[in-house]
């Protein structure tokens, strides 16, 4: 299908969402279904054209709490059966779930036992490996110990391991192929339903009526009436909420975020054949590795402590280039782990701007100006949520809406699939950042 820019009416819309990454394509599609008469507005070319063309895509399930493990495990069997939903509304190219299984090394900071014991509450199939199975499985992987993560300038990078790591493998996990692709799949689904996209156009200002939001601006003069506004804006996220004059009572703040993801050569026996190996997060070394077509494998870092955050203030400055110094850390990194890997003298690969949470947990809720909800501060690991996402919001709004206190009650999500139950005062403004929260973009 293709979406046709419209013709917005002084009639407006029942929700506007600004932002068609694969979070707003995914609430666009969740209200449109709903039956509300829904608005997507994004300053860019198409639906996934900004953070989301630059994610790696990949589903796992390891999360630090039961709600981000619970949300992760409902999400997988969306993609799973992804040619349905929303595939089967909007023909055309479908993007593809690969189940590869994910191996979580045994790193200090990954909490594998902790892991294991929310994976048996949410009911996500594993496997404990010790190092002679890692080594038997992953064929040519060090299964060394080289904690903590050090620069690769270092010269105790190179010291000898500390004895042996093992891992944690979940079968079910894997990634998505194209997800540029998905969140069109959800757009061109949100469209066949009503949904209407603005694609090129900018909102410059947010109209209330007395304590509640009342419709957006656009650059070109446009006015969009509206009494739901949902920001999905991504790395603009933060600076749409000072516009709309909200989140002076969020405890949790976002900034953008800059990060790089490397495409290498895969290292030899790295997968069978024609099939992919497993993806690999790696805390030991503070990296992780994702199989990608044509013999490739994808190389993202997971944020360790030696490695400063590249926080920027204006997301459309950010370079789309890989710098030669994070291509050097990561792609090194991940040849210490693989030592058949090949580490190209020039770099290859992607960058991309999220809206980095502090506690690195994204925020889906509603605001204190009434019809104002956000699904933000999604710090590049909220991609496998998507589909999830899109029912949280809309359930969050039907019941708002209709008069229940989400702040005092939080409303809880009952999963279809897994039968689990959600809490989605989890992913509350108001939340405290508490011990257990995230330390790093794994979650």
Same mark, same amino acid.
């Given at each position: 299908?293709? +979406?046709?820019?419209?013709?917005? $009416?002084?009639?407006?819309?029942?929700?506007?969402?600004?932002?068609?990454?694969?979070?707003?394509?995914?609430?666009?599609?969740?209200?449109?279904?709903?039956?509300?008469?829904?608005?997507?507005?994004?300053?860019?070319?198409?639906? $996934?054209?900004?953070?989301?063309?630059?994610?790696?895509?990949?589903?796992?399930?390891?999360?630090?709490?039961?709600?981000?493990?619970?949300?992760?495990?409902?999400?997988?069997?969306?993609?799973?059966?992804?040619?349905?939903?929303?595939?089967?509304?909007?023909?055309?190219?479908?993007?593809?779930? !690969?189940?590869?299984?994910?191996?979580?090394?045994?790193?200090?900071?990954?909490? /594998?036992?902790?892991?294991?014991?929310?994976?048996?509450?949410?009911?996500?199939?594993?496997?404990?490996?010790?190092?002679?199975?890692?080594?038997?499985?992953?064929?040519?992987?060090?299964?060394?110990?080289?904690?903590?993560?050090?620069?690769? !300038?270092? #010269?105790?990078?190179?010291?000898?391991?500390?004895?042996?790591?093992?891992?944690?493998?979940?079968?079910?996990?894997?990634?998505?192929?194209?997800?540029?692709?998905?969140?069109?799949?959800?757009?061109?689904?949100?469209?066949?339903?009503?949904?209407?996209?603005?694609?090129?156009? /900018?909102?410059?200002?947010?109209?209330?009526?007395?304590?509640?939001?009342?419709?957006?601006?656009?650059?070109?003069?446009?006015?969009?009436?509206?009494?739901?506004?949902?920001?999905?804006? $991504?790395?603009?996220?933060?600076?749409?909420?000072?516009?709309? $004059?909200?989140?002076?009572?969020?405890?949790?703040?976002?900034?953008?975020?800059?990060?790089?993801?490397?495409?290498?050569?895969?290292?030899?026996?790295?997968?069978?054949? #024609?099939?992919?190996?497993?993806?690999?997060?790696?805390?030991?070394?503070?990296?992780?590795?994702?199989?990608?077509?044509?013999?490739?494998?994808?190389?993202?870092? /997971?944020?360790?402590?030696?490695?400063?955050?590249?926080? +920027?203030?204006?997301?459309?400055?950010?370079?789309?280039?890989?710098?030669?110094?994070?291509?050097?850390?990561?792609?090194?990194?991940?040849?210490?782990?693989?030592?058949?890997?090949?580490?190209?003298?020039?770099?290859?690969?992607?960058?991309?701007?999220?809206?980095?949470?502090?506690?690195?947990?994204?925020?889906?809720?509603?605001?204190?100006?009434?019809?104002?909800?956000?699904?933000?501060?999604?710090?590049?690991?909220?991609?496998?949520?998507?589909?999830?996402?899109?029912?949280?919001?809309?359930?969050?709004?039907?019941?708002?809406?209709?008069?229940?206190?989400? #702040?005092?009650?939080?409303?809880?999500?009952?999963?279809?699939?897994?039968?689990?139950? +959600?809490?989605?005062?989890?992913?509350?403004?108001?939340?405290?950042?508490?011990?257990?929260?995230?330390?790093?973009?794994?979650?």
């Amino acid at each position: 299908m293709t +979406i046709q820019e419209p013709d917005v $009416g002084p009639a407006g819309a029942d929700a506007v969402v600004v932002g068609a990454g694969v979070i707003g394509a995914a609430v666009a599609f969740e209200l449109a279904r709903g039956g509300r008469r829904v608005v997507v507005i994004d300053k860019t070319g198409g639906a $996934g054209h900004g953070s989301t063309g630059a994610s790696s895509a990949v589903i796992r399930f390891n999360y630090s709490t039961w709600d981000g493990v619970a949300t992760a495990w409902e999400a997988r069997h969306h993609w799973e059966n992804w040619a349905s939903h929303p595939g089967g509304c909007c023909g055309g190219p479908v993007a593809a779930f !690969h189940r590869t299984g994910a191996v979580l090394l045994d790193a200090p900071d990954a909490g /594998t036992a902790a892991v294991a014991a929310l994976f048996d509450r949410a009911g996500v199939p594993y496997e404990r490996w010790d190092a002679a199975t890692l080594r038997s499985r992953v064929p040519g992987i060090d299964a060394g110990r080289y904690w903590p993560p050090k620069p690769v !300038h270092d #010269d105790a990078f190179f010291a000898e391991p500390a004895g042996e790591l093992g891992a944690l493998f979940t079968p079910d996990a894997g990634f998505v192929d194209d997800p540029q692709l998905a969140a069109q799949n959800l757009a061109d689904a949100a469209a066949g339903l009503g949904a209407r996209f603005l694609f090129h156009r /900018t909102v410059v200002g947010v109209d209330r009526c007395a304590d509640r939001v009342s419709g957006v601006r656009l650059a070109d003069g446009t006015r969009i009436a509206a009494r739901v506004v949902v920001n999905a804006a $991504g790395p603009w996220s933060g600076a749409f909420n000072r516009m709309a $004059g909200v989140g002076s009572e969020f405890t949790v703040g976002v900034r953008p975020l800059r990060q790089e993801v490397h495409q290498v050569a895969a290292p030899r026996g790295y997968g069978a054949g #024609d099939a992919f190996g497993p993806v690999l997060a790696d805390l030991d070394l503070g990296v992780y590795l994702r199989p990608a077509a044509g013999r490739k494998v994808l190389v993202g870092g /997971t944020e360790p402590a030696c490695d400063p955050l590249e926080w +920027i203030e204006d997301p459309d400055a950010s370079s789309p280039y890989p710098t030669p110094g994070r291509f050097a850390a990561q792609v090194t990194r991940a040849a210490r782990r693989f030592p058949r890997l090949t580490v190209p003298n020039r770099p290859t690969g992607i960058s991309g701007v999220y809206d980095a949470a502090d506690d690195w947990t994204p925020i889906y809720d509603r605001t204190d100006l009434g019809g104002f909800y956000v699904a933000m501060g999604t710090s590049g690991n909220q991609f496998k949520n998507a589909p999830l996402v899109g029912r949280f919001l809309a359930t969050l709004i039907d019941r708002v809406e209709a008069g229940h206190d989400h #702040d005092r009650s939080p409303v809880r999500y009952l999963g279809d699939h897994t039968g689990n139950v +959600i809490n989605l005062g989890a992913f509350s403004r108001k939340r405290p950042v508490t011990q257990g929260s995230a330390r790093s973009v794994m979650g």
